[in-house]
Protein backbone atom coordinates (compact mmCIF):
# COMPACT_ATOMS: atom_id res chain seq x y z
CA UNK A 1 0.00 0.00 0.00
CA UNK A 2 2.83 2.45 0.83
CA UNK A 3 4.72 1.75 -2.14
CA UNK A 4 1.44 2.52 -4.44
CA UNK A 5 0.69 5.65 -2.52
CA UNK A 6 4.21 6.72 -3.13
CA UNK A 7 4.22 5.97 -6.49
CA UNK A 8 0.71 7.87 -6.55
CA UNK A 9 2.04 11.14 -5.65
CA UNK A 10 5.31 11.01 -7.63
CA UNK A 11 3.25 10.49 -10.72
CA UNK A 12 0.71 13.68 -9.63
CA UNK A 13 3.67 15.69 -9.68
CA UNK A 14 5.05 14.58 -12.30
CA UNK A 15 2.41 15.41 -14.51
CA UNK A 16 1.81 18.89 -12.87
CA UNK A 17 5.49 19.39 -13.46
CA UNK A 18 4.88 18.27 -17.35
CA UNK A 19 4.95 21.51 -19.07
CA UNK A 20 7.39 23.57 -16.94
CA UNK A 21 9.86 20.83 -17.27
CA UNK A 22 10.22 21.25 -21.02
CA UNK A 23 12.05 24.12 -20.84
CA UNK A 24 13.81 25.43 -17.41
CA UNK A 25 13.20 22.39 -15.55
CA UNK A 26 15.10 20.07 -17.77
CA UNK A 27 18.35 22.54 -17.09
CA UNK A 28 17.47 21.84 -13.18
CA UNK A 29 16.71 18.10 -13.36
CA UNK A 30 19.85 17.26 -15.40
CA UNK A 31 22.42 16.90 -12.92
CA UNK A 32 24.60 14.79 -15.13
CA UNK A 33 24.51 17.69 -18.27
CA UNK A 34 24.26 15.02 -20.86
CA UNK A 35 20.61 16.32 -22.24
CA UNK A 36 18.47 13.53 -20.52
CA UNK A 37 16.71 13.21 -16.96
CA UNK A 38 17.34 9.91 -15.27
CA UNK A 39 14.58 8.33 -13.01
CA UNK A 40 17.16 9.62 -10.29
CA UNK A 41 17.53 12.66 -11.14
CA UNK A 42 13.73 13.05 -11.62
CA UNK A 43 13.16 12.36 -8.12
CA UNK A 44 15.78 14.74 -6.74
CA UNK A 45 14.38 17.75 -8.93
CA UNK A 46 10.95 16.87 -7.66
CA UNK A 47 11.20 15.65 -4.03
CA UNK A 48 10.73 19.00 -2.46
CA UNK A 49 7.08 19.11 -4.10
CA UNK A 50 6.09 15.32 -3.89
CA UNK A 51 6.55 15.94 0.09
CA UNK A 52 4.52 19.32 0.21
CA UNK A 53 2.14 17.64 -1.39
CA UNK A 54 2.22 14.11 0.50
CA UNK A 55 2.13 16.86 3.55
CA UNK A 56 -1.13 18.76 2.47
CA UNK A 57 -2.83 15.12 1.72
CA UNK A 58 -2.12 14.18 5.60
CA UNK A 59 -4.50 15.84 7.34
CA UNK A 60 -3.71 14.02 10.50
CA UNK A 61 -0.13 14.28 10.31
CA UNK A 62 0.47 10.36 10.98
CA UNK A 63 2.96 10.29 7.89
CA UNK A 64 0.51 7.70 5.93
CA UNK A 65 -2.30 8.54 3.65
CA UNK A 66 -5.44 6.47 4.33
CA UNK A 67 -7.89 6.09 1.15
CA UNK A 68 -10.21 8.62 3.40
CA UNK A 69 -7.01 10.98 3.31
CA UNK A 70 -6.74 10.65 -0.62
CA UNK A 71 -10.21 10.61 -1.93
CA UNK A 72 -10.82 14.02 0.49
CA UNK A 73 -7.82 15.32 -1.80
CA UNK A 74 -9.29 14.14 -4.75
CA UNK A 75 -12.09 15.47 -4.64
CA UNK A 76 -10.84 18.72 -3.26
CA UNK A 77 -9.05 19.46 -6.55
CA UNK A 78 -11.31 18.56 -8.77
CA UNK A 79 -13.98 20.62 -6.71
CA UNK A 80 -11.90 23.87 -7.42
CA UNK A 81 -11.11 22.73 -11.19
CA UNK A 82 -14.98 22.35 -12.08
CA UNK A 83 -16.03 25.81 -9.61
CA UNK A 84 -13.27 27.38 -12.37
CA UNK A 85 -15.19 25.98 -15.30
CA UNK A 86 -18.55 26.68 -14.46
CA UNK A 87 -19.99 25.22 -18.02
CA UNK A 88 -16.87 27.59 -19.74
CA UNK A 89 -14.31 26.08 -21.68
CA UNK A 90 -11.13 26.29 -19.17
CA UNK A 91 -12.35 29.77 -17.64
CA UNK A 92 -13.47 31.06 -21.14
CA UNK A 93 -15.32 33.97 -20.47
CA UNK A 94 -18.00 33.61 -23.24
CA UNK A 95 -19.39 31.00 -25.49
CA UNK A 96 -18.97 32.57 -28.20
CA UNK A 97 -14.70 32.39 -28.08
CA UNK A 98 -15.33 28.93 -28.30
CA UNK A 99 -17.53 28.97 -31.43
CA UNK A 100 -14.60 31.49 -32.88
CA UNK A 101 -12.03 28.84 -31.98
CA UNK A 102 -13.59 26.27 -33.71
CA UNK A 103 -15.01 27.42 -36.66
CA UNK A 104 -12.99 26.43 -39.18
CA UNK A 105 -14.82 27.71 -42.26
CA UNK A 106 -15.65 31.16 -40.68
CA UNK A 107 -19.51 30.55 -40.69
CA UNK A 108 -19.88 32.06 -37.38
CA UNK A 109 -21.37 28.78 -36.01
CA UNK A 110 -20.05 25.18 -35.63
CA UNK A 111 -20.91 21.85 -37.72
CA UNK A 112 -20.03 18.15 -36.50
CA UNK A 113 -17.29 18.00 -38.78
CA UNK A 114 -15.45 20.95 -37.35
CA UNK A 115 -16.39 19.53 -33.84
CA UNK A 116 -15.02 15.70 -35.01
CA UNK A 117 -11.72 14.52 -33.70
CA UNK A 118 -12.14 17.24 -30.30
CA UNK A 119 -11.31 15.94 -27.07
CA UNK A 120 -15.32 16.67 -26.14
CA UNK A 121 -16.62 15.77 -29.71
CA UNK A 122 -19.94 15.22 -29.52
CA UNK A 123 -21.77 12.24 -31.19
CA UNK A 124 -24.54 12.60 -34.05
CA UNK A 125 -27.41 12.13 -31.29
CA UNK A 126 -25.91 14.71 -28.86
CA UNK A 127 -25.14 17.16 -31.57
CA UNK A 128 -28.34 17.40 -33.36
CA UNK A 129 -30.12 17.59 -29.54
CA UNK A 130 -28.25 20.70 -29.16
CA UNK A 131 -29.35 22.17 -32.28
CA UNK A 132 -32.09 23.23 -31.72
CA UNK A 133 -32.85 25.57 -34.51
CA UNK A 134 -32.19 22.61 -36.89
CA UNK A 135 -29.85 24.72 -38.94
CA UNK A 136 -27.31 21.52 -38.53
CA UNK A 137 -24.90 24.27 -36.80
CA UNK A 138 -24.41 24.87 -33.10
CA UNK A 139 -24.20 28.78 -32.74
CA UNK A 140 -22.57 29.98 -29.64
CA UNK A 141 -25.42 29.54 -27.34
CA UNK A 142 -25.85 26.28 -28.36
CA UNK A 143 -22.32 25.06 -27.76
CA UNK A 144 -22.22 26.49 -24.22
CA UNK A 145 -25.87 24.28 -23.35
CA UNK A 146 -24.07 21.47 -24.96
CA UNK A 147 -21.22 21.71 -23.00
CA UNK A 148 -23.05 22.76 -19.84
CA UNK A 149 -25.20 19.57 -19.85
CA UNK A 150 -21.97 17.11 -20.64
CA UNK A 151 -19.86 18.77 -17.61
CA UNK A 152 -22.54 18.48 -15.55
CA UNK A 153 -23.15 14.60 -16.56
CA UNK A 154 -19.74 14.06 -16.17
CA UNK A 155 -19.30 15.72 -12.23
CA UNK A 156 -22.37 13.39 -11.29
CA UNK A 157 -20.24 10.67 -12.76
CA UNK A 158 -17.59 11.44 -11.16
CA UNK A 159 -19.60 12.55 -7.96
CA UNK A 160 -21.22 8.95 -7.72
CA UNK A 161 -18.16 7.25 -8.48
CA UNK A 162 -16.18 9.23 -5.38
CA UNK A 163 -19.25 8.54 -3.07
Do not use: C
Not at 40 to 48: L, P, V
Amino acid sequence: MRTKTAFAIFALSALGATAVYADKGMKDADASGDGFVSLDEFKAAHSARIEEHFVRMDTNADGLLSADEMQAAKKARRGDRDKKRDGKHHGKKNPEEMVKRLDADGSGSVSQAELDGKRFSPDAATFQAADADGSGELDATELQAMMKARWAERRAERQSKDD
